[in-house]
């Protein structure tokens, strides 16, 4: 049981570049939720999805994608990278929204 | 509004010192839930307590113990006898029943020294 995994853990991009982050969790959890983490500020929501084929947006969803293809996925997509983006991202899940939500390790982004 | 503030950007305490952290939530949801996570210098995100808004009596969990108001809107956090590794920063969040979202104060930063 690996819980929530995400790769890569480090990514630097260029301006403009594009890229995903991944997201898999074998844990049959029905939400998915991606945050980001800036110093000195608490998470702040990017995307979630209560279940497969269903996403919205968080609090600071532009410039990023989501899809929910699968229960166990949930990747987020850079479309054009900005410097502004550089933070850690973080994935979560939890069996239902109001419920505990398991962290993956995050993925440190630098985008020059 | 639906909002966690965490007025305490950082404690400094000597070990062995008790210590509290703050969270002042607002919402006008009635049912919603109120968390506790840890994160250590390490990065990683530790779950350390869920609440539900029915639910007021006081938890004790070793040296942690929380203490939920709704009268104030608050769910303040206690370490007893503190230890230099429950150094990290400390979130408090809220998810109000009435959206899927978890909304998360700034984080208290806790130093405990030797």
């Known amino acids: 049981n690996a819980g929530v995994t995400q790769t890569p853990k480090f990514q630097v991009l260029k301006t403009g570049q594009s890229m995903t982050l991944q997201c898999a969790q074998d844990?049959?959890?029905?939400?998915m939720s991606w945050y980001r983490q800036d110093p000195g500020m608490g998470l702040r929501l990017i995307h979630y999805?209560?279940?497969?084929?269903?996403?919205d947006q968080g609090e600071v969803p532009n410039g990023y994608n989501v899809s929910r293809s699968t229960t166990e996925d949930f990747p987020l997509r850079l479309l054009s990278a900005a410097p502004s983006q550089t933070s850690v991202y973080f994935c979560?899940?939890?069996?239902?929204?109001?419920?505990?939500?398991?962290f993956g390790p995050g993925t440190r982004l630098t985008v020059t | 509004a639906q909002k966690v503030t965490q007025a305490q950007t950082e404690i400094s305490v000597v070990e062995k010192e008790d210590v509290t952290l703050d969270c002042v939530y607002e919402?006008?949801?009635?049912?919603?839930?109120l968390f506790w996570y840890k994160q250590p210098p390490s990065g990683e995100l530790v779950f350390l307590i869920r609440?539900?808004?029915?639910d007021e009596q006081n938890e004790i969990s070793g040296r942690y113990s929380w203490n939920f108001q709704k009268s104030t809107s608050s769910f303040n956090f206690t370490i007893t006898a503190s230890q230099v590794v429950d150094s990290a920063v400390y979130f408090c969040?809220?998810?109000?029943?009435?959206?899927?979202?978890?909304?998360w104060g700034a984080g208290t930063k806790l130093i405990i020294k030797p």
């Open positions: 969040a809220l998810s109000p029943d009435s959206n899927y979202q978890l909304i």
């Open positions: 919402t006008r949801d009635t049912t919603y839930y």
């Open positions: 999805s209560v279940g497969a084929g269903i996403t």
């Open positions: 844990m049959n959890h029905e939400y």
């Open positions: 979560a899940s939890s069996r239902e929204s109001g419920d505990e939500q398991y």
């Open positions: 609440r539900n808004s029915f």
